[in-house]
């Protein structure tokens, strides 16, 4: 009797193992939809299998997405911010919840392991809890309450972020440098005093996308619309930790 007792209780662990799993996969956030495409795009998924994007591709919470040597990738987001992958990058979305009717709910984590990006922000941060957005790198965590900027970290794991609007604050354990508009901050690691910088080494790839992603996509199933919530175009800041 105690080999078919065995076996019932390695079934029942699997269809466990299996339900969990599945639910995993079920609850996932959608965090947004690929809109501008140049090159290959995957997405690593909680479940630990790996998906092929394509333009309209739904991105979840949890997706590592790494893009191509030769790919741009942007990613609109439901609370209508956006991200542009350079080539050689890749960035996990930690956590992503946005319900136009609870900004106090609202979270956006996102972790920058490798390459570049551009961001351009949405409602969140601009609403409920303004600390809810976060871009973590290797030297830095930004924080963000509306703007639009750089971000890169060199092949030393160093971070450069160039702001394009509004103003930033680049804050490490040694210290805080502001950064204005079309300034560029440098942190060389978590325990460095940030410096301002006239301009990036070499080593750091230009932001080139292809002429097409200038070209305005149409909103994704479910994004926020600019009346869902109104923002002060004056009113811009970011703040690098």
Not at 192 to 213: C, D, G, M, R
Not at 228 to 237: E, F, G, I, N, R
Request: hydrophobic share 40%.
């Amino acid at each position: 009797m105690m080999p078919p007792r065995k076996n019932s209780i390695a079934t029942s662990a699997l269809l466990l193992l299996a339900l969990l799993i599945s639910s995993a996969a079920a609850f996932a956030e959608t965090a947004g939809t690929v809109t501008h495409l140049s090159g290959p795009l995957l997405a690593r998924k909680i479940d630990g299998s790996t998906k092929i994007l394509s333009q309209k591709s739904a991105v979840e919470s949890g997706d590592l997405l790494v893009s191509e040597k030769e790919t741009y990738a942007r990613v609109k987001f439901t609370d209508n911010g956006e991200i542009t992958l350079k080539p050689n990058t890749q960035i996990k979305i930690d956590s992503y919840l946005f319900d136009q009717a609870k900004p106090e709910s609202d979270n956006a984590v996102f972790n920058l392991l490798k390459g570049g990006l551009r961001a351009l922000t949405g409602l969140v941060g601009k609403r409920g809890n303004q600390d809810s957005y976060k871009l973590k790198a290797p030297s830095a965590t930004i924080g963000i309450r509306g703007t639009d900027f750089l971000a890169d970290i060199t092949p030393q794991g160093t971070l450069f972020v160039e702001v394009l609007q509004g103003a930033v604050e680049v804050r490490t354990p040694a210290g805080i440098l502001p950064l204005a508009q079309g300034q560029i901050g440098f942190a060389k690691d978590a325990f460095t005093l940030p410096v301002i910088v006239p301009a990036k080494p070499p080593e750091v790839p230009k932001f080139q996308p292809p002429p097409s992603f200038s070209a305005p996509a149409a909103p994704a199933p479910g994004q926020a619309t600019q009346s869902a919530a109104p923002s002060d175009s004056k009113k811009v800041d970011c703040e690098v930790r």
